[in-house]
């Protein structure tokens, strides 16, 4: 410990790694998230073993392949932000948003035209998750639309963008998720 | 040290001892059925090894409190790290107890209770006497299966003979309940969609007037009038049994 | 006048929300065509949104939300008192914040218990009818549950592990205020249960009849849901900040036993408590939806819902009681004046029941009808967990043996913990173990277990560590002898009124009923009337702190002479704990090592406070935390 050193001056305080600390408890927080997400997963499989009704397949590709452009996009972001450049990012940020909404309608549009309905076990199951899934999703472009709002105002540089690297993970994961969820709802059989 | 380690196991076995006559002492409802003997015998079982165990805990603080008190935090206790070998018996031990009440009675009992790994209950899959009992709020409903004989409500007299086996396939219309008699120390839930059942060997006659504990009664909470959804049983002889089917057709 | 402000803005603010969510809903409904109230559905979203509105009126708007907007934040700076009732980041802030709302809603929860016992005196009909009796049994479970999950970790845990690990705060010290101004909400929601009926179906809620069941449902649902965040988001907190902030030196080998037990309960509710949320998620979509999740005529499951909840409630009951056991040991060890026994073992023990705790939720639906295969496994992992746990009467029993047992009122607390839960834990085994447990499933036996378990491990530790704090946290001393009377009056209250709970189990009294067999009625009332003696015994304990608080002698810095570092500050501390950062060095419980020195304050040794006559030799000034009986050198 650099006890001597530390001793002269009586420092304030012990330096901590906030940036870190920061990083850990979004990591931990995710954790918890993928708890939530694998029980529903868990309940999925537990109601209706592999059974799955008929669901609109093209629609359900499409929406799983904007939803994983958008990350690459927020991934892009991030990466922009990290070398300064600003603008690339916002726009990177706004194209994520775009795309992300465009999954949120893909999703209400798939409620509107199911053919089950939420009254029958496979309903619940799929309107659930879905919803679970599509309130983070929205709760995510909650987040991208504030960072792009601060970013606008000139506020990140590459030094100091941590909210825009929390909110790109939190996007991030809510993805990942969805990469279990789609194959758990429209593949499985 | 030596001298408080034996004090200490001498008032360890003399708790012991005043527990395990505890543990003798008449702790049961009414017997009715095989399946309540066996719990007896278990619980007694686990009771005699229980206490030991509490009285350690026991037998440890009171005697700490009565020999090693201090008045204040003037002297400092030896620098005991507990490394070495008493963690590791005590270790042993506890493992050893607790393996032990895992296989026995743990699952040579669960064994003996199962008939089926997937089914939904307790004992043999098939009986002399089939009872399907359903549930509901807040009352049950009894089928004498192949008797045309039907029990509803609370209140009404459930007649089972002695010396039978039965098996009660249980089921509910509405939300969970739980058929339980305790002279029978058996149970189990009536869930909505799955049938489960409980088999149980009567082998004492008995009343509700006289025992209390002869007595069907929902277990599992389920609403306003959960406490008052319970059927007073009698076991009978089987010719009693057998005039009971008749007068109940009759009705 | 802060606090007025923070407490009428959060009022102000939740009420707005309350209406707007209701209203936003029913323009919403209107436009689409529906009616514009739907009573679940409206009373959800109102809850949402009064929810949020109470958080940002309590002053996180101004401390936290405003950032978000790019906004310069700023804190409501409260003197004294005041700074209780508004949005403080201060871990010892929140800390007694946490305490004394927990011990209202537990003296409210006890009241409860008060009025079941007066009914249960005598069979047939007393005081109230079947459905009022169930609202206030539901309530006092759900209460004393909140209690038993939240007071010790919310409270001792915020409270002391910043100070025991050297910190100047919680790692994410506005999500800490966070998850306390979450709770009065909830804790309101709850008491308003009986508005809409009363909770019908206990604590655990099992559908389908919590499906079925009156309006009250949805506010629980929606309560312990709010509740269930707050636990995730405490627990996150305390892993990061006890992975993070410890204190240089702090290696985890030398970590307070406290420390440890709070950081496996903070992993046990950052893990499962996702559970009890999808449970009620469930259940509330059944409601307000009209799912099928439970309802096996549409290819529903109710086990499904007891297979969720439990994977939480199981694990829950860890995280009542390791911090428990946690600030239990602590004390043993600091007034036995002995090193703690088997430090590592206990660690162990620890971590142990933490690995555990996920893989035997289904001991608690063993007569459910659940397939017969599973009951097996579950038994086997069950009694393996007494394993982990025996270890840690090992170590306490290991302590005391030989020590120097300074019996304040924390210490007898503390013992009485080890105690009582070598009952509650030997009767479950007998739960534990399938054969016996058909029987005693949903019988008095089983509440006898958990009110062993509960009150007999947890709530005595919580008590006992309120005594130990009370000095740290009000700079002054409580009356020790109310004190003592109060403990003696509550441990023997205590233990009749639950030892002699069992025997109506056995004899066949099932749970959850305010009506029970005539044959009983005598071991009832004994149950009564010890339960009320038990209950009259907080009225000592509530005066004395009351008293204590207001007129009591000042305290010292460290008037139990303990080692650890929460000691070693002044009394209350400051308002970042340690004017130097401490430095450590040693093991926190050396007692009777000469020489050793659990941690040092860097270049504070001239301006060292005069400290208090020492009435034991040895204690040098300059090193604190040096403290044991071998005197400080270095
Ligand atoms: C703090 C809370 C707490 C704790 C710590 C425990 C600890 C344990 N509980 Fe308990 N339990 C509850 C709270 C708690 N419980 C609650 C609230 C309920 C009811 C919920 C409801 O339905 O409302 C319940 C219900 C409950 C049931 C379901 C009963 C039923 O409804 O049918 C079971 C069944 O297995 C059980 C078992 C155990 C076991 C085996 C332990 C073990 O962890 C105990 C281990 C400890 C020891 C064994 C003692 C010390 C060990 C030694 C000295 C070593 C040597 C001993 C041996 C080897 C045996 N508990
Ligand atoms: C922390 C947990 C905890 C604690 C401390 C207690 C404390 C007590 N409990 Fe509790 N109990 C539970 C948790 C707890 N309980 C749970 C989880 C259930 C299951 C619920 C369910 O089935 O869903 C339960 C159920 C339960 C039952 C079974 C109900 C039933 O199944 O029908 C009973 C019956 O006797 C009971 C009794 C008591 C008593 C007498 C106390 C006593 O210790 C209480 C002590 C008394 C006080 C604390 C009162 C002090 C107050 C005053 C003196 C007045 C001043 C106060 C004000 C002015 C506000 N409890
Ligand atoms: Cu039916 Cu309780
Ligand atoms: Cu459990």
């Given amino acids: ?189 | 040290m030596k001298a408080n380690v034996i004090a200490a196991v001498v008032f360890w076995a003399a708790l012991t001892l005043v527990g395990e006559a505890f543990a003798l002492s008449d702790l049961f409802p009414a017997v009715g059925s095989d399946q309540a003997k066996d719990f007896d015998h278990i619980f007694r079982f686990l009771l005699f090894l229980g206490i030991p165990v509490f009285t350690v805990a026991v037998s440890v603080i009171i005697f700490s409190l009565l020999q090693f008190r201090a008045r204040g935090p003037e002297e400092d206790g030896p620098a005991m790290r507990g490394t070495g070998l008493p963690p590791r018996i005590w270790l042993a031990v506890t493992g050893c107890l607790a393996v032990g009440v895992m296989i026995y009675p743990g699952l040579t009992g669960l064994s003996k209770l199962q008939s089926t790994g997937s089914g939904f209950g307790w004992g043999d899959t098939d009986a002399e006497i089939v009872i399907k009992a359903t549930g509901q709020r807040w009352f049950w409903s009894f089928e004498y299966v192949g008797q045309d004989v039907t029990v509803i409500g609370n209140g009404r007299e459930v007649v089972l003979p002695v010396d039978a086996s039965i098996k009660f396939e249980v089921n509910s219309i509405d939300v969970i309940h739980s058929l339980w008699v305790p002279a029978f120390r058996m149970k189990i839930d009536a869930i909505p969609g799955r049938t489960t059942f409980m088999t149980v060997k009567t082998i004492e006659l008995g009343t509700f007037a006289d025992q209390q504990s002869f007595r069907i009664q929902c277990a599992e909470l389920c609403g306003l009038d959960h406490s008052a959804m319970e059927s007073p049983v009698r076991v009978v002889t089987r010719a009693e049994y057998d005039d009971w089917l008749a007068s109940q057709k009759s009705k | 006048m802060y606090a007025l402000k923070s407490v009428a803005g959060a009022l102000g603010a939740g009420l707005i929300g309350f209406y707007l969510g209701i209203g936003g809903l029913g323009a919403v409904r209107a436009l689409a065509g529906y009616d514009a109230w739907d009573t679940e559905m409206s009373i959800t979203f109102g809850y949402v949104f009064g929810v949020i509105g109470w958080v940002m009126g309590a002053g996180m708007w101004g401390a936290w939300g405003r950032e978000w907007f790019g906004l310069r934040t700023y804190d409501r700076k409260a003197p004294g008192w005041q700074r209780y009732f508004v949005f403080n980041t201060d871990h010892k802030v929140i800390g007694i914040q946490y305490l004394v709302t927990f011990i209202v809603v537990f003296l409210l929860g006890g009241l409860m218990a008060m009025l079941m016992r007066a009914e249960l005196t005598h069979s047939g009909h007393q005081l109230f009818s079947n459905a009022q009796y169930n609202s206030i049994m539901g309530l006092h479970g759900i209460m004393m549950i909140a209690v038993a999950v939240a007071a010790l970790v919310g409270g001792i845990g915020n409270y002391a592990v910043p100070l025991l690990i050297g910190a100047e705060d919680m790692a994410f010290p506005r999500l800490n205020a966070l998850t306390y101004w979450l709770i009065p909400p909830v804790a309101l929601t709850l008491l308003c249960t009986p508005l809409l009926g009363g909770i019908e179906t206990g604590w655990t809620a099992y559908p389908p009849l919590s499906v079925l069941t009156n309006n009250a449902q949805i506010l629980f649902d929606v309560a312990i849901i709010t509740f269930g965040l707050t636990s995730i988001l405490g627990g996150l907190n305390f892993v990061v900040t006890i992975i993070f902030m410890r204190a240089p030196g702090m290696t985890w080998g030398k970590l307070p036993i406290f420390v440890w037990a709070m950081f496996a309960t903070a992993w046990i509710a950052l893990l499962y408590t996702q559970g009890f949320a999808v449970s009620l998620l469930m259940v509330l979509l059944d409601r307000v939806a009209g799912m099928s999740w439970f309802d096996a005529a549409n290819g529903g499951d109710p086990l499904l819902d007891q297979h969720v909840f439990w994977f939480y409630s199981h694990p829950a009951v860890y995280v009542m009681v390791l911090p428990g056991f946690g600030i239990a040991l602590e004390m043993i060890s600091h007034f036995s004046r002995k090193p703690l026994f088997a430090y590592r073992y206990a660690v162990g023990a620890l971590l142990g029941i933490l690995g555990l705790s996920g893989v035997v939720w289904a001991h608690h639906m063993f007569t459910s009808g659940m397939p017969n295969y599973l009951h097996g496994p579950f038994l086997v992992a069950t009694e393996l967990i007494s394993i982990p746990t025996g270890l840690i009467f090992l170590c306490a029993l290991g302590t005391i043996w030989m020590g120097r047992l300074w019996l304040t009122t924390p210490m007898l607390f503390a013992l009485a913990v080890i105690f009582n839960f070598a009952c509650g834990g030997v009767t479950g085994i007998f739960l534990a173990d399938v054969p016996t447990d058909i029987h005693l499933q949903d019988s008095y036996f089983v509440v006898a277990h958990f009110h062993y378990t509960i009150m007999g491990g947890e709530i005595f530790a919580l008590f006992g560590a309120i005594y130990y704090y009370f000095p740290k946290m009000t700079g002054r001393q409580y009356n020790e002898r109310l004190g003592k009377i109060h403990f003696w009056w509550m441990f023997i209250g205590f233990n009749v009124t639950f030892f002699i709970m069992h025997w109506p189990g056995i004899q066949g009294m099932n749970r959850r009923i305010a009506d029970f067999m005539s044959d009983l009625n005598t071991a009832n009332l004994i149950v009564s009337l010890a339960g009320f003696f038990l209950g009259a015994s907080f009225l000592v304990f509530v005066f004395n702190m009351v008293w204590s608080w207001i007129f009591g002698p000042a305290a010292e810095r460290n008037p139990w002479r303990a080692r650890t570092l929460d000691w070693q500050t002044d009394s209350p501390p400051p308002l970042e704990n340690f004017p130097v950062p401490p430095v450590v060095r040693g093991h926190p419980y050396d007692y009777g090592v000469p020489g050793s020195v659990h941690a040092l304050f860097p270049g504070r040794g001239a301006e060292e406070p005069p400290r208090p006559p020492s009435t034991f030799p040895g204690a040098a000034p300059a090193p604190a935390g040096g403290g044991g009986g071998g005197g400080g050198g270095g």
């Fill in chain 1, 1 to 189: 410990m650099a006890l001597a050193g530390t001793a002269a001056h009586a420092p304030e305080h012990v330096v901590h790694d906030k940036a870190k600390m920061k990083l850990v408890g979004l990591w931990l927080f995710f954790f918890s998230e993928s708890v939530l997400f694998g029980l529903l997963l868990s309940a999925r499989f537990y109601l209706e073993r592999i059974n799955r009704e008929e669901v609109d397949q093209l629609l359900g590709l499409g929406i799983t392949c904007v939803l994983l452009l958008s990350s690459v996009t927020a991934f892009t972001a991030e990466t922009a932000i990290e070398h300064d450049r600003r603008k690339l990012a916002g726009w990177m940020l706004v194209v994520t948003i775009l795309l992300g909404t465009g999954f949120a309608c893909g999703v209400g549009f798939e409620w509107g035209t199911a053919h089950f309905s939420k009254e029958q076990a496979f309903g619940s199951i799929f309107f659930t998750m879905t919803g679970i899934h599509a309130a983070h999703v929205i709760s995510g472009i909650g987040l991208l639309v504030l960072t792009w709002f601060q970013l606008a105002r000139g506020r990140f540089s590459g030094k100091d963008h941590w909210p825009v690297s929390g909110t790109v993970m939190y996007w991030h994961f809510v993805d990942v998720v969805w990469v279990f969820f789609y194959p758990a709802l429209y593949l499985v059989k």
